[in-house]
């Protein structure tokens, strides 16, 4: 069992910089695959970043490649979103979830993971 919560969202302008954190419960942090999901209003949750158990493999979603960075701190059992050049389309509330070991073809599917978070909102203003 694991337990997310979430940190780090708020409002900033276009072009700005945020940081969100999740920090996980629990003594197997490390043997989870971590990932980041975001929801618009009115919009399906949708897959934005992936950082598999130690951090040697990662995947974004295009809209966010180049623009935004997934780490993790398996000793502080923390998982990291930093969010560059924002822009106003990705306001959302973003997720962040664990899975014990995802399949390549499932990545960016929300059904692919177990635990989930309850959310922290990232307003972009134009």
């Known amino acids: 069992q694991v337990q997310l919560v979430e940190s780090g969202g708020g409002l900033v302008q276009a072009g700005g910089s945020l940081r969100l954190s999740c920090a996980a419960s629990?003594?197997?942090?490390?043997?989870?695959?971590m990932a980041w999901f975001r929801q618009a209003p009115g919009k399906e949750r949708e897959f934005v970043a992936l950082?598999?158990?130690?951090?040697?493999?990662?995947s974004y979603a295009d809209s966010v490649k180049g623009r935004f960075t997934i780490t993790r701190d398996n000793a502080k059992n923390t998982v990291y979103l930093q969010m560059d050049s924002l822009k106003f389309e990705n306001t959302a509330i973003y997720y962040c979830?664990?899975?014990?070991?995802?399949?390549?073809?499932?990545?960016?599917?929300?059904?692919?993971?177990?635990?989930w978070g309850q959310g922290t909102q990232v307003t972009v203003s134009s």
């Open positions: 950082i598999t158990t130690r951090g040697g493999f990662t």
């Open positions: 629990g003594r197997t942090f490390n043997s989870y695959d």
């Open positions: 979830t664990a899975t014990p070991s995802v399949y390549t073809t499932q990545v960016t599917k929300a059904r692919a993971y177990d635990y």
